[in-house]
């Protein structure tokens, strides 16, 4: 019997940490460890599945060359071979720009970064910028603050009013549940708003229904009464903010009647709300990121951030913003090279089918990472013709994603229990290792490795030339101040001492005023406006929401084929759709057939289907189009209207 610790590797808040035994009898199982201050002893079913992955009749073994359309399996040495001729090749004929790199964080561990640094030795790479999730939201509160931080969960504990604005813990965060419960019983009140009656609002004591996209009219509406009524703290805004008289002028446009009638709030609930805001602190606000998929995504998030700045919910215990951090950028050394000894093309990540299209040098070889672009990205359609046109595609996984697929070369890399790797992520304060606990199944090879084996067959060794404990160890040499080493993380989980409870807790900001910026860099004349109306038209008059559902993470761990489309009664009057009928849900982009669901939980000018559905290898995303946010180049994926209509079979 093999007993070890793990890390949860997924793109998730929780970052949970695993305690994991591996017998040939009893097989792989997976625990949640007790002591950890997050994980506390459960692990949700997308870690589970992470264990059931490693022995799936799915998983990938062997390197596969694209051969007259069938797949073969060929050796390593062969793979590599040809890669490196590839690249050779693009090198000459293009240089490094005709290489293209798709990644993305399906995978968080530090090693991960090995194939940018990879790319980047080549001597230069097109690749996207900016984000498939939550760039808005990102570079929004950098602007508000110089910086992305976040209290402790452990401050919720001391918040008199949680807003749970756009995020469902209770299904895409489990572990942050235990301390809103917590926080309730000492006399929280938890409010949830959200266009869809989500799982979390089975234990908050309030719910608002927002019609979707109109969040950040519905904080400056509250912004307006509380100006209106004075309810602001005076000596915080005096002191800690810049911009307040132009921002006063531009929320005095919203009024209460304005925004009941926009957003779909009474104006009672209105006033309510804005007198709990200002009167019933500490407030924390903790947004989710289908706040910001909308073109206007990033000034919804500055709204919300002015909301909790003028009423002094900044800085202070059980008081303010969770989105996410930025606590480890700079305590960690990065695996990448300086910005400048490489040539670097990138395009955005909204519209990169686009971009590749019409880039010149044109696109010789892609390379697929901790991605799945073929079902991720929105107007999949077109990135398959797109994709098709690529000489040659390249795709690392454990499974036949769709995007291998469609690929020249498949290589089958390692799950999370069969390498050693390091988990920070921008949401949890825990610095964690990961212990190989079993050897690879057939011929996999962690992504690392791979990337430092084909670094020799191209001349780069001596850039490549360390194992995974040396990378990790070159990783956290700055850690050595602070008394961590790796064999001090080896016999646990460490919170980063430089993580504080409480984000700002100086009030110095890091902008460049000192304070928190209302106004700088945009107008908030048309907050939202777009995001509320512009997406929706007479042949498409309802919104397509595709929020995570609690089985995946994107397209991960996807076990139904089909779409399933929840709609409210009297949605489903209107077009005489009955639960278990078949319904055609059509957007500009392209149509699909799905299973209809009735709920009143659903917004009735709602369709939802959750992201990460696929049938036949299409994805949800054939319904979505590329359009960028107003700030931090995030892919707009709810400004999408859409018609449905009954199926009717002959």
Request: one cysteine or more; aromatic letters at 10%.
């Amino acid at each position: 019997m093999v007993r070890k610790r793990s890390v949860c590797p997924l793109n998730c808040p929780d970052s949970c940490s695993f305690l994991i035994s591996y017998s040939q009898e009893g097989g792989l199982q997976v625990r949640g460890e007790k002591e950890h201050p997050i994980t506390q002893g459960f692990v949700c079913s997308k870690g589970q599945a992470l264990a059931e992955l490693v022995f799936s009749p799915d998983r990938l073994k062997f390197p596969l060359l694209k051969d007259q359309g069938r797949f073969r399996r060929i050796s390593w040495e062969e793979a590599y071979a040809l890669f490196s001729e590839k690249i050779r090749e693009t090198l000459k004929e293009t240089g490094p720009l005709g290489i293209f790199h798709h990644f993305d964080y399906a995978h968080s561990g530090l090693l991960r970064d090995l194939d940018r640094r990879f790319f980047q030795a080549l001597g230069g790479i097109t690749e996207p910028e900016g984000s498939m999730c939550w760039g808005a939201g990102y570079r929004a509160q950098e602007i508000d603050f110089g910086g992305v931080y976040q209290n402790d969960w452990s401050e919720l504990e001391r918040a008199q009013t949680i807003i749970l604005w756009g995020r469902d813990p209770a299904l895409t965060n489990i572990h942050l549940v235990p301390y809103l419960l917590k926080a309730k019983e000492a006399g929280a009140h938890l409010v949830v708003i959200n266009p869809i009656r989500v799982k979390s609002t089975d234990f908050a004591q309030e719910y608002l229904r927002v019609n979707p996209g109109t969040d950040g009219i519905l904080a400056l509406g509250l912004a307006h009464i509380i100006l209106r009524e004075g309810w602001l703290d005076w000596d915080f805004m005096r002191n800690h903010i810049q911009g307040f008289e132009e921002y006063a002028l531009k929320v005095k446009e919203y009024s209460p009647a304005k925004v009941a009638e926009r957003a779909g709030v009474s104006q009672e609930k209105l006033l309510e709300l804005a007198r709990r805001i200002s009167h019933a602190g500490p407030v924390s606000f903790i947004l989710g990121y289908g706040l910001q998929r909308y073109v206007q995504g990033g000034k919804t998030i500055r709204a919300i951030d002015a909301l909790a700045a003028i009423t002094g919910n900044i800085g202070k215990t059980g008081a303010g913003i969770y989105y996410a951090h930025q606590y480890h950028k700079g305590h960690l050394n990065p695996l990448l090279l300086p910005e400048e000894s490489c040539s670097v093309r990138r395009f955005p990540h909204p519209v990169l089918a686009e971009r590749i299209q019409n880039a010149d040098p044109p696109i010789q070889i892609a390379v697929v990472t901790r991605s799945n672009p073929l079902l991720q990205q929105p107007n999949t359609l077109f990135w398959r013709e797109i994709w098709a046109k690529i000489p040659f595609k390249v795709t690392f996984d454990f499974v036949m994603s769709e995007t291998a697929r469609q690929s020249d070369l498949v290589l089958p890399v390692t799950t999370i229990f069969e390498e050693e790797d390091m988990i920070a992520t921008s949401w949890s304060p825990m610095l964690q290792i990961t212990e190989k606990i079993l050897e690879p199944r057939g011929e996999a090879k962690p992504e690392p490795v791979i990337f430092c084996e084909l670094a020799e067959y191209l001349g780069m060794g001596q850039e490549f030339r360390k194992t995974p404990e040396e990378w990790i160890s070159d990783i956290i040499e700055p850690l050595s101040e602070y008394g961590i080493t790796l064999e001090s993380l080896r016999k646990g989980p460490i919170k980063a001492p430089y993580v504080p409870n409480i984000a700002w807790e100086g009030l110095q900001f890091k902008t460049p005023s000192g304070k928190i910026e209302l106004a700088s860099d945009f107008s908030l004349q048309n907050t939202g406006e777009r995001a509320a109306s512009s997406s929706l038209s007479a042949e498409y008059p309802y919104y397509l929401l595709t929020p995570h559902s609690r089985q995946s993470i994107h397209s991960q761990f996807q076990e139904e084929e089909g779409f399933q489309m929840f709609i409210h009664p009297e949605l489903a009057e209107k077009y005489y759709l009955f639960p278990g009928d078949q319904a055609i849900v059509e957007t500009e982009q392209g149509q699909l057939l799905a299973r209809v669901y009735v709920s009143e939980d659903i917004h009735p000018q709602a369709v939802v289907i959750p992201e990460g559905s696929l049938s036949n290898g299409f994805g949800v995303n054939q319904l979505t189009k590329g359009l960028s946010s107003d700030l931090g180049q995030s892919t707009s994926y709810y400004e999408v209207g859409c018609q449905i209509r009954k199926w009717l079979v002959d």
